[in-house]
């Protein structure tokens, strides 16, 4: 088992920046690929970024692409969404997800655990 728990969301102008933390607790986040995953109101969940065990993979959707970046501090247990160049539409609830497969293979249909999620609103 493990708990996640998302927290840095909040209200910014377009053309600014956040970065989300996601906390681990329970079982070693090492041992999980991690990713983050939004949800706009009236919309699916959808894929944003997923991170290997190791850190060293990386992979984003094509609409976060050079904006935002995924990474992880195993020591400290916590895996980090750094959000620059903000659009109106990254408006959307950010959740955290761990999985024991492969950060490439990660869905929110076969993510094993799930953060609670963080508001990001960005203002025009």
């Known amino acids: 088992q493990v708990q996640l728990v998302e927290s840095g969301g909040g209200l910014v102008q377009a053309g600014g920046s956040l970065r989300l933390s996601c906390a681990a607790s329970?079982?070693?986040?090492?041992?999980?690929?991690m990713g983050w995953f939004r949800q706009a109101p009236g919309k699916e969940r959808e894929f944003v970024a997923a991170?290997?065990?190791?850190?060293?993979?990386?992979y984003y959707a094509d609409s976060v692409k050079g904006r935002l970046t995924i990474s992880r501090a195993n020591a400290k247990n916590t895996v980090y969404l750094e959000m620059n160049s903000l659009k109106p539409e990254d408006t959307a609830v950010y959740h955290c997800?761990?999985?024991?497969?492969?950060?490439?293979?990660?869905?929110?249909?076969?993510?094993?655990?799930w953060g609670q999620g963080t508001q990001v609103t960005v203002s025009s």
């Open positions: 991170i290997s065990r190791s850190g060293s993979s990386t």
């Open positions: 329970g079982r070693t986040s090492s041992m999980y690929a």
């Open positions: 997800a761990a999985t024991t497969g492969p950060a490439v293979l990660l869905t929110s249909r076969n993510a094993d655990y």
